[in-house]
């Protein structure tokens, strides 16, 4: 039996080797694509255009203006004199936010009672950067409004510099966003690999018609099986490690817990999306099928990676589908190892959850496609 | 070029999507419903984060600190905890998000105007919880200590109304609640419509690997017109995309539409051409589904979802991205069916996005037409 399965694995290298554009693209063009992304995306949101219509022109305003500047998340714009130039970079989506310093404002700052205001318009068309344009305009505020505070109070400068809480970020100290985002970026990409290997295995060859051939040899089902999951879960494997060590060396994403570990729960999580790509293998007809199934089966599954919006905050429904998507227990695990050296002793929910789902799915996997091969 | 060959081409080639149903079912559909699915999955409104409270001071002030933090619907109380490690183990499960520690001199300090000595911990590993945290907590704990620490002013005899003197005024345009979800939503239509394009390079690379592009060349039609041929459906399949998304999204989403719709339809008309265009390239070069299908995800998905600009700004990605950005045709799509959507923006705004979509999708049909007439000829 063992000498018949390795024939098969045999034979499904020389298919990979034969077809190497593939095998290439996914492996290496999906490592250096999560390098690229990576490396454009995680990093703090600066740059941001912003335009400034200054009606005070006073030290205090300027003061305003060069606040703004050393935040680093903008950019500024030329400084603009009418509304309309406003109206106009804001329709055409240029800018991200605009402020106006009004004619009184360092009037207001001066008297003892005043109440000095400035106008902040967001464009609202891109919700992300304008909330974080939002964050650094209150951050300057503030700080501006405590020294104004201060001084019409004579109070001593330092007054207020005990009051800012002290913030610790535990596992990301550096608040490196590499650490947020490439966990669920190379899991995204991993998991696509598995599935489109396996969701490849089965239909090509009945596409190509040479999966009738295949039943008509000597080999068992469960053999044929097998024969078809070893290449795939060493790809898988492969994948991993090398993307894993890629974002290691170029994101410096630490690993504080136990390789080992990691490996041995990637070589399990591997084999669940195994299973459900060889059960989108089997009722595809085309590879075009299979491949749309597996483009709406792993993006629905990214969803409950943590990549844009955490699971908690979704609706109930959704937290409870969220327990049996194998790539939401994985994440945990990944990031539990990489970034908060957890063990099993944590991990063991994680662990066990992936452990029933893949034995739910492998033996309807396994059944599955016995019966559709027969 | 000759418009009966192009005709001939595109009625083969809907006769092979109309044969088998369930690849029609899954090509007119997955669009759609990726886009339902990630409008539900990725634009919810974060609420109820759990945090953990260690109160070493036990005063009455320490005491209606906690209250003002957890008052909202933003911040839970999960636990109060009596220990640090208590902390550490409720982060190390996932369990909480956040920890505040008030140590014993909290209302001490605060009354004698020292200072806060709160700490404020977060997970680091939650990319979005964690900061959301930071941010409530900040906002309740400034609207604390101002209000703890103005009557200590005035109790000490000086008159002061408030400790933010500074009156912000905000104003949001196009959508007033910056909810997400009115702008990831349209955003993400140029991601899903770039399916379409990966089933053209996925027909071409299929009659290579079943022989029959041998066939069709042996046919007098042009090589351009067979690529425009090809193109065809699958603009068609778009558009009726382009059609069912935005009245899903106004219907169940009210997400409001401000443009004109014919504009939409004939800009997005654009868009899938320049998609396509990068589709035929990759059926063009690759020679068979498998490697077309892993090109496709490489130059069409995964690009198309994080290099568009529809959840980073391009304008803080790094130079030479920016400039990858600008190639893409779904990061000039983003931005009109953001501007469609939202401002309700017209030609005068859009037309330059159009060309550049235009421009790219001539550039890409120029360059598979010419290798492809190379690689067979």
Redesign the interface.
């Known amino acids: 039996m063992i000498r018949r399965i390795l024939a098969l694995v045999k034979k499904e290298f020389i298919h990979l080797r034969n077809?190497w554009?593939?095998p290439a693209?996914?492996l290496f063009?999906?490592a250096l694509?999560l390098l690229?992304?990576g490396?454009?995306?995680s990093?703090?949101?600066?740059?941001?255009?912003l335009m400034v219509w200054d009606q005070d022109k006073s030290a205090a305003s300027r003061a305003v203006v060069t606040a703004l500047e050393n935040t680093g998340t903008f950019?500024l714009e030329e400084q603009v004199s009418d509304m309309a130039a406003i109206e106009y970079g804001?329709?055409?989506?240029q800018i991200?936010a605009a402020i106006i310093i009004p004619p009184d404002y360092s009037a207001e700052?001066a008297s003892r009672?005043?109440?000095?205001?400035?106008?902040?318009?967001?464009?609202?068309?891109?919700?992300?950067?304008?909330?974080e344009a939002?964050?650094a305009?209150?951050g300057v505020?503030?700080d501006?409004?405590?020294q104004?505070?201060i001084e019409?109070?004579g109070m001593d400068p330092n007054?207020?510099?005990?009051?800012?809480?002290?913030?610790?970020?535990?596992?990301?100290?550096a608040?490196s966003e590499a650490?947020?985002?490439t966990p669920?970026?190379l899991g995204l990409?991993l998991e696509?690999t598995v599935l489109?290997f396996a969701a490849?295995s089965f239909s090509?060859e009945r596409?190509?018609g040479t999966l009738e051939q295949l039943l008509v040899m000597p080999f068992s089902s469960l053999e044929i099986m097998i024969g078809k999951s070893i290449p795939v879960i060493l790809v898988g494997l492969f994948d991993f490690a090398l993307m894993l060590s890629m974002v290691h060396l170029a994101f410096k994403v630490p690993v504080r817990g136990s390789l080992a570990l990691l490996m041995i729960l990637a070589l399990g999580y591997l084999m669940v999306e195994l299973a459900k790509g060889m059960v989108i293998s089997v009722i595809s007809?085309?590879?075009?099928?299979a491949?749309?199934?597996v483009?709406?089966i792993g993006?629905?599954d990214f969803?409950?990676t943590?990549?844009?919006?955490?699971v908690?905050?979704?609706?109930r429904a959704?937290q409870l589908f969220a327990n049996i998507v194998p790539a939401h227990h994985w994440l945990?695990i990944v990031?539990?190892i990489l970034?908060?050296g957890?063990g099993m002793d944590?991990l063991w929910p994680h662990v066990a959850a992936l452990a029933a789902i893949g034995l739910v799915i492998g033996t309807f996997s396994w059944r599955f496609v016995r019966r559709n091969l027969d | 070029m000759s418009l009966r060959h192009i005709w001939a081409i595109t009625r083969k080639e809907f006769q092979h999507i109309f044969r088998d149903r369930s690849t029609l079912f899954l090509v007119l559909v997955t669009p759609t419903a990726l886009l339902l699915l990630m409008a539900y999955a990725l634009t919810v409104d974060i609420q109820n984060v759990p945090i953990a409270i260690l109160d070493y001071d036990r005063s009455s002030l320490s005491r209606a600190f906690v209250q003002q933090i957890t008052a909202g619907e933003d911040l839970d109380l999960y636990a109060q905890v009596n220990t640090l490690s208590d902390i550490e183990e409720l982060i190390m499960h996932g369990e909480i998000k956040a920890a505040l520690i008030l140590s014993p001199t909290f209302s001490k300090d605060l009354l004698a105007l020292n200072g806060m000595p709160l700490q404020v911990i977060i997970d680091g590993t939650e990319p979005e919880s964690g900061s959301f945290a930071v941010d409530h907590i900040a906002w309740r704990a400034e609207e604390f200590i101002n209000g703890a620490v103005a009557s200590q002013i005035q109790a000490m005899g000086m008159q002061v109304d408030s400790l933010q003197p500074i009156d912000l005024r905000i104003r949001t345009w196009f959508n007033p609640s910056l909810k997400p979800r009115n702008d990831l939503i349209p955003g993400l239509i140029s991601m899903v419509l770039g399916f379409p394009a990966l089933s053209v390079a996925l027909t071409l690379a299929h009659e290579r690997e079943h022989g029959t592009l041998e066939q069709l060349m042996a046919t007098p039609i042009g090589r351009a017109d067979l690529l425009i041929g090809k193109m065809i459906p699958y603009i068609v399949v778009g558009l009726v995309n382009v059609i069912m998304i935005p009245l899903i999204a106004m219907a169940w989403f009210h997400i409001p539409f401000n443009g004109s719709f014919p504009l939409f339809f004939g800009l997005s008309a654009i868009f899938l051409f320049s998609i396509l265009s990068i589709g035929i390239i990759v059926g063009v070069f690759m020679p068979t589904q498998a490697a077309a299908l892993a090109l496709s995800f490489l130059v069409i998905f995964f690009p198309g979802f994080f290099l568009t600009g529809i959840f980073f700004p391009i304008a803080a990605m790094p130079e030479i991205m920016r400039l990858e950005s600008l190639g893409l045709p779904g990061t000039h799509y983003a931005f009109i069916t953001r501007g469609v959507f939202l401002p309700g923006n017209g030609l005068d705004v859009l037309w330059p996005y159009a060309v550049m979509m235009a421009g790219l999708g001539f550039a890409f049909t120029a360059v598979a037409a010419l290798f492809f007439k190379k690689k067979l000829g």
């Open positions: 077809d554009w593939m693209f996914m063009g999906g694509e690229l992304v490396w454009a995306t990093r703090p949101m600066t740059n941001l255009p950019a804001l329709d055409r989506g991200n700052i009672n005043g109440e000095p205001h400035l106008a902040v318009i967001l464009n609202g068309a891109e919700s992300i950067p304008a909330k939002l964050r305009i209150e505020t503030r501006i409004g405590e104004i505070v019409r109070l007054t207020f510099a005990g009051f800012d809480f002290s913030l610790r970020v535990w596992f990301n100290e608040l650490l947020y985002t669920a970026e990409m696509f489109l490849l090509r596409e190509l007809r085309t590879q075009h099928q491949f749309l199934l483009m709406l993006m629905s969803m409950f943590g990549y844009a919006a955490p908690e905050a979704m609706p959704a945990s990031r539990g970034l908060k957890a944590v």
